[in-house]
């Protein structure tokens, strides 16, 4: 069964500063897409990133970007010069080919100004 | 593109009423439509997985007879939650795919509140 860890209940950082939000995942599949995604206060669910993993380089969208570690079953997300408009809770999602999507528990990320 | 738009937005109504939520793909085919369950501050919650056409399939642990999925267009699906009590206040979000393979697009969520 896929699982999807985030030890970092609570995260934050000053503005225009960088952040890492962890996540580690565990699969037996050897196809499967891994998602970073982000729920602002109005709760609407923003993919953010996209990682497919037959694909060994890291996906970049902006100042968001991803440190894949096949390996290691690691996928974080960096976000660089963040924004005040970044503050959200952030799910890390694992998807088995063809199967649903499993998220993490979630990571707040608070932004300071 | 890839918008899926749900509604109503909040909901508040008595004990003992039922409430359905609809979730439409506004500009593509869903074959594959997901609801979910959340409560504040945790992560999402699977409920169901339903396909056009064919019945929903539950997770382990939600009631089907409580929760009536039904998945009866390539645009539509719909959440009933019959004779809501108070426990049965959440938010819930509906997601949807055109392809299994693609990002699953969501839906803004129903804030649903029981007297």
């Known amino acids: 069964a896929q699982t999807v860890t985030q030890s970092q209940p609570e995260m934050s950082v000053q503005e225009a500063e960088t952040v890492t939000l962890s996540c580690t995942y565990d699969t037996s599949e050897s196809n499967y897409y891994l998602f970073w995604y982000k729920q602002p206060p109005s709760r609407q669910m923003i993919l953010v990133i996209r990682q497919e993993a037959y694909k060994q380089q890291n996906a970049t969208e902006n100042r968001f970007s991803v440190n894949f570690q096949k390996a290691a079953k690691s996928f974080s997300l960096k976000i660089s010069d963040s924004q005040l408009g970044d503050t959200a809770m952030y799910f890390c999602?694992?998807?088995?080919?063809?199967?649903?999507?499993?998220f993490g528990a979630g990571t707040i990320l608070r932004v300071k100004s | 593109g890839a918008v899926v738009s749900q509604h109503p937005s909040r909901v508040i109504c008595k004990s003992g009423t039922s409430v359905k939520i609809e979730c439409r793909s506004l500009d593509f085919q869903a074959t594959t439509m997901f609801w979910y369950r959340q409560f504040p501050k945790k992560s999402l919650m699977l409920m169901a997985t339903s396909n056009e056409g064919s019945k929903a399939t539950y997770e382990q642990g939600v009631e089907k007879d409580k929760f009536l999925i039904n998945h009866a267009s390539l645009t539509l699906s719909t959440l009933t939650v019959t004779s809501a009590h108070p426990e049965d206040s959440s938010f819930y979000i509906c997601s949807a795919v055109d392809r299994i393979d693609q990002p699953q697009h969501f839906g803004d969520g129903t804030r649903l509140s029981i007297l």
């Open positions: 999602a694992s998807m088995e080919y063809g199967n649903k999507l499993v």
